[in-house]
């Protein structure tokens, strides 16, 4: 229990840190529709049932084009969308107000519908303080709940996985995107958040015999993240319906009957059921799902035309998963998306080749609902909205590839030595694109980007425009976090096969969590207490191969 306990608060530690960074760097508004969830959240913050259930309205967006939302009582200041510089990358953020307060009034938020759970637990400092402090406490608070919720998902990992493959894949899913989004207030990071928890409890949970003692904090976040998943936004009923799909098909009844045992099983049940019932309420209930006609002829796509360009932007929704900040117009230089995109990728690619026909089920489930699904959203919807399905609308789902693919091959595929090559890779590789982003923003925000920008533009530490707190604290808080980061991961624990007994071939390596015998004299691992097929061990502590 203590190794978990300090597994935890490490990676708690890091990913907060790597988060924190974009807290202090980005101006207000400056990440995707902040000004929306900054009202909507101090709205919440009031307490008062006329706003947490505001009336559905149609309300103007920052550009003053009609669309779904509601009123909050709110101060006025808080009305102060960053259109002088939004998708114009060339301006910096030294022409925005930037949040202040006011008199309270009605303020029009195209998130006014959303369901209120993340904006209650964000909401309080906006209310108090509508000033640049709030807003960075905020934003600390919208971090933080993505910190512990992947800080869980790797302890789970840690425990249950061979080679520690699978939990060091989290580098690969918590992008820079994320990083980015958790940085601001909006709950589409909570979101990507519990999606990647919910893989890393289901996969373990789902995917091995059940151990009705060592599985039960499996329970726990398998249920919250459930639950979150449900409530968070509109679309998150049917990624927990894909997610738990591909997960729990084919059914293993014997299995279920086993965890159906546990009170822990029934009460998460029971308490994910109503939260798919109170959010199915809500989204009919506040219309959530509902649109505004736009003006005749703005948009005018036929259907095959509509499908060219959704199957043509594909690269377009790769960089949205991997790294695309502020209104969509930061975009780093293309190595940083091939790197990222073949490291990752290539596990997902690696995992349906040497994975057997229920991983690619399983693989086919999660791509038609990550894939298909917003493709047939938006094809059928494009005379309506646009073209607005950005990748980090997909990335709760699709998290889920990666995560499975590292699952298969460090059980079928890489022996130990492979797997910490891989992992190691991923450290080099990937970390470093976290501060890339941030530098490649942070120029954006304070001087602009023009297009023709060469290598001396990219100094963040100038520009007409600077956060409050200074430019130099989010990239050393960057800097810090991905070294703790690295530390963290690159002594994750790598399980070596057990040695070969005579002439004879090694013993095959049971699952992880799980006994390394069947033979009856031979303590189980829930007798033993150990927490994976050897021993948990958290990052730091002595390995096998450091005690040789």
């Not at 949040?99 to 904006?119: D, I, K, M, Q, W």
């Not at 377009?316 to 117009?329: C, H, P, R």
């Not at 980090?392 to 022996?415: K, N």
Request: aromatic share 12%; hydrophobic share 50%; charged share 15%.
């Amino acid at each position: 229990m203590r190794n978990r306990r300090r597994s935890w608060v490490l990676a708690f530690s890091a990913f907060f840190l790597v988060f924190g960074a974009w807290c202090f760097a980005a101006p207000f508004d400056g990440p995707a529709d902040e000004v929306q969830h900054t009202i909507r959240a101090a709205g919440v913050a009031s307490f008062d049932p006329g706003q947490i259930f505001a009336r559905p309205a149609t309300v103007p967006d920052a550009f003053q084009k009609p669309g779904m939302g509601a009123l909050q009582r709110v101060p006025v200041g808080m009305d102060a969308h960053a259109v002088c510089f939004g998708f114009k990358p060339q301006v910096s953020a030294a022409c925005a107000a930037g949040l202040h307060g006011g008199e309270v009034g009605e303020v029009p938020t195209s998130a006014g519908r959303y369901n209120p759970l993340y904006y209650f637990a964000v909401g309080v400092p906006l209310r108090l303080w509508p000033d640049w402090g709030g807003l960075v406490v905020a934003r600390l608070i919208s971090s933080a709940i993505c910190a512990a919720l992947l800080a869980s998902a790797f302890v789970s990992l840690l425990r249950w996985s061979r080679y520690g493959l699978t939990a060091a894949t989290l580098l690969g899913v918590a992008t820079p995107m994320l990083a980015h989004l958790a940085g601001g207030v909006n709950p589409n990071s909570v979101e990507i958040a519990a999606g990647i928890a919910f893989f890393a409890a289901g996969i373990p949970l789902l995917l091995e015999p059940p151990d009705l003692v060592a599985k039960r904090p499996l329970v726990t976040l398998l249920g919250i993240s459930s639950v979150l998943l449900l409530t968070l936004r509109s679309a998150g009923p049917a990624w927990f319906a894909f997610a738990f799909f591909a997960l729990a098909v084919p059914v293993r009844w014997q299995w279920l009957r086993g965890y159906w045992r546990l009170l822990r099983v029934k009460l998460w049940t029971a308490g994910v059921i109503v939260a798919a019932v109170l959010s199915a309420a809500w989204i009919v209930g506040m219309k959530t799902g509902e649109l505004v006609p736009p003006p005749a002829g703005l948009y005018d796509y036929k259907t095959g035309e509509a499908i060219a360009i959704y199957v043509n932007s594909w690269w377009v929704y790769l960089e949205g998963m991997i790294g695309v900040a502020g209104w969509f117009d930061v975009i780093m230089w293309s190595p940083f998306y091939i790197v990222w995109a073949l490291l990752v990728g290539g596990l997902v690619v690696l995992g349906g080749m040497f994975g057997d026909w229920t991983m690619r089920w399983r693989y086919l489930v999660i791509l038609l609902g990550g894939v298909a699904l917003p493709g047939f959203l938006q094809v059928t919807q494009a005379n309506m909205t646009g073209f607005i399905i950005n990748g980090r609308y997909m990335l709760p789902l699709l998290a889920g590839l990666p995560l499975l693919a590292a699952w298969t091959l460090e059980r079928r595929f890489f022996d130990a030595t492979q797997a910490r090559t891989v992992v190691r890779t991923m450290i080099i590789f990937l970390l470093p694109v976290h501060l890339a982003l941030l530098a490649w923003a942070m120029v954006r925000w304070q001087r602009g980007l023009p297009s023709n920008a060469g290598v001396g533009w990219f100094n963040p530490l100038k520009g007409d425009w600077h956060p409050p707190t200074g430019s130099v604290t989010p990239l050393l808080i960057m800097v810090v976090g991905l070294l703790f980061t690295a530390a963290v991961f690159w002594r994750v624990p790598h399980d070596e096969p057990a040695p070969q007994l005579g002439r004879g071939e090694a013993p095959a390596l049971e699952p992880a969590g799980k006994s390394v015998t069947d033979n009856p004299d031979v303590p189980s691992q829930r007798e033993t207490g150990t927490d994976t097929w050897r021993e948990s061990r958290t990052p730091g502590e002595d390995s096998p191969e450091k005690a040789r």
